[in-house]
């Protein structure tokens, strides 16, 4: 059986991508791209960072699925971001990687073979997870940084055993 419990999870991380449609996605304004929103990053750091774990996930997603297990190397995300120059990316860019990635993603994570959910994964030095909890994780992550990057996005979403509330976060200076 492939898929049919992820379904769910599939659907929520490909809806969050419709907060990022094109210029209307939050903070598309020029200087709004800039102002800082957490641990001194930007919108455009955030997104990139959103990013590089679309990209990091899905070669963890898939590996997984074709392994018995996985070992993935940890992730630097300020290095990351400092050498990818996000800062200097164009936002429109940024946003439609983002959105696209994550909706091909969805996709993927639609299409886990059930039984592969349970395969442990060891992140850098981590302690393993099962890839249904890397998939799970992937979407609290996400939602943790949309409410960052959106300073009214508000979503209640059942993820795994429990209800997760992501409330609206205040930009920082």
Known sequence: MIGEPMKELSDKVSSSGSVGRGDSFPGARGGEQQARVVRGWSRKQVLGHLIDSASNNHQRFVRAALQTALDFPGYDQDGCVRVQAVEEADW???????????????HGIAHLPVSKLETLCRIGSDEPVTLRFLAEDYLRHLLHHLGQLVPHFTLKTRIGA?????PPLHRVS
């Open 92 to 106: 429109t860019l940024l946003v439609s990687l983002w959105a696209g990635y994550n909706r091909y993603l969805a």
């Open 162 to 166: 429990g209800w997760t509330c992501m």
